[in-house]
């Protein structure tokens, strides 16, 4: 009888330990996404931190917040080259540093946040424990050359360009930026097409591949670089801007891509994967998280990419 007792002891123990474990689980007291330097968010073009209490990266801080992560998300001109944009960016990494008392930050850029977050890591590689970039345009975009068949000077240059700093300027205003810097519509389209990102890449080649489509360096001046992105422009009947992506997708011949960045084009450093059944904006959980029904959620994405980061000692 005494052994009985015993046991159902034991087994009411073990069943109590594991609906607390659970519990915290539940509660947020999980440390799966603990790393040992803060988690800091760069949007791309266009881009920005909230407006109207909708985040640009979708459920996604929160989310890494929940599991231990420290998060600073971030917001720089919606539109300017990627070294104006850098240099933002490097002044917000080092209130960040400040702020956090941690030497080094891990850097996560989404579109045109790839090549800001690379320029803050190679003329700072001091503060960047890690790079990794989700969906860049590293090598530009078929879309971007497209759109730079305008020709320069023209009245629909100064049409087009007048209207996309018109918006550039309403997110801004909307997302309660504190920055009034003059967006720069043509300093994007720069950036981002294929001319314009070569040069910017011989000026900054860390984690660049070699090859037409490779892996880049893993490690660079003491920064880890890291790179994914998706392949399917139309993932989502019910997401209204599947339409728009489906349409630039057209722009780059049958090359694979995510509706604005071919696949090779986004490789950068350590390539995770490259062929997720997402496009430009399910990347990171939008519109509304209305992403594809048979990939894996972008939110966990990030959750595992964030234990990546931690199992790297990042």
Known sequence: MNNNKTLLALCLGAGLLASAQTQAGWFGSSSYTQTKYPIVLSHGMLGFDSILGI??????????????????????????????????LLEQVEEIVAISGKPKVNLIGHSHGGPTIRYVAAVSPQLV???TSVGAPHKGSAAADFIRQVPPGSAGEALLSGIVNGLGSLINFLSGSSSTTPQNALGALESLNSVGAAQFNAKYPQGLPTSACGEGAYSVNGVRYYSWSGTSPVTNILDPSDLLLGATALTFNGEANDGLVSRCSSHMGKVIRDDYR????????????????FETDPVSVYRQHANRLKNDGL
Do not use: C, K, P
Request: aromatic residues 12%.
């Open 55 to 88: 985040d640009y990266w979708y459920g996604i801080s929160s989310a890494l917040r929940r599991d231990g992560a420290s998060v600073y998300t971030t917001e720089v001109s919606q539109l300017n080259t990627s070294e104006a944009r850098g240099e933002e």
């Open 278 to 293: 997402m496009n430009h904006l399910d990347e990171v959980n939008q519109s509304f998280g209305l992403t594809s029904w």
């Open 129 to 131: 424990a890690s790079a």
